[in-house]
Nanobody, 126 residues
């Protein structure tokens, strides 16, 4: 059974930092691209960032560029999302997702991902 466990959320003041983790089990982790999505209250889920399986290529939504950094540690079956310069509008539940793709591509669409974690809440106070 594939499981993704997201953690690391919490309450932080504007300008602060958090590091989210996504630990995967039940899959050949190094063959899966991982994406982060978020859903703010009353809004649709949106793509945040992703990292490929092959060469670890990364991609970010425009509003996250320069503030968020995604990375992976295949030995630990873990993907991290380092979030700096947090803003109140970053408040959301953050989800990690996985899809089998052994290459340098990672997707930006929810329907490209097969497995989802349960989400971790990030709250940024002003």
């Amino acid at each position: 059974e594939v499981q993704l466990q997201a953690s690391g959320g919490g309450l932080v003041q504007a300008g602060g930092s958090l590091r989210l983790s996504c630990v995967a089990s039940g899959l050949s982790f190094d063959e899966y691209a991982i994406g982060w999505f978020r859903q703010a209250p009353g809004k649709e889920r949106e793509w945040v960032s992703c990292i490929s399986s092959g060469d670890g290529s990364t991609s970010y939504a425009d509003s996250m560029k320069g503030r968020f950094t995604i990375s992976r540690d295949n030995a630990k079956n873990t993907v991290y999302l380092q979030m700096n310069g947090l803003k109140p509008e970053d408040t959301a539940v953050y989800y990690c997702a996985a899809t089998y793709y052994s290459g340098s591509y990672c997707g930006r669409e929810m329907d490209e991902y097969d497995y989802w974690g349960q989400g971790t809440l990030v709250t940024v106070s002003s």
